[in-house]
């Protein structure tokens, strides 16, 4: 069972930063790729950054390239998104998934997810 549990976020003006963070409770983190998707209201559930078990393969959407920074603690089982220059329509909720790493999995699918943390960016 793996239980994601997201923090960080909340109010931030335009072109502001924050960070959210995501511990997972799971015996081996390393074995699992994670990743951020997000949802904005009326818009559709969207993949925003993932990064592979060791850290060695980063994806990250075009519409937040160069503002948004992906990492993960395996030692601290953490992973981590940094948004800067936030934009307003980077307000969404967003969500911390995992999956069992390639070489362990049988299905791309992110199964695992956390509840979301909203993320606001207003003046």
């Known amino acids: 069972q793996v239980q994601l549990v997201e923090s960080g976020g909340g109010l931030v003006p335009p072109g502001g930063s924050t960070r959210l963070s995501c511990v997972a409770s799971?015996?081996?983190?390393?074995?699992?790729?994670m990743g951020w998707f997000r949802q904005a209201p009326g818009k559709e559930r969207e993949i925003v950054a993932s990064?592979?078990?060791?850290?060695?393969?980063?994806y990250v959407a075009d519409s937040v390239k160069g503002r948004f920074t992906i990492s993960r603690d395996n030692a601290k089982n953490t992973a981590y998104l940094q948004m800067n220059s936030l934009k307003p329509d980077d307000t969404a909720v967003y969500y911390c998934?995992?999956?069992?790493?390639?070489?362990?999995?049988?299905?791309?699918?992110?199964?695992?997810w956390g509840q979301g943390t909203q993320v606001t960016v207003s003046s």
């Open positions: 998934v995992a999956r069992p790493a390639v070489h362990l999995r049988t299905t791309p699918v992110w199964n695992h």
């Open positions: 990064i592979s078990w060791s850290g060695g393969t980063r």
């Open positions: 799971v015996r081996l983190f390393s074995n699992y790729d």
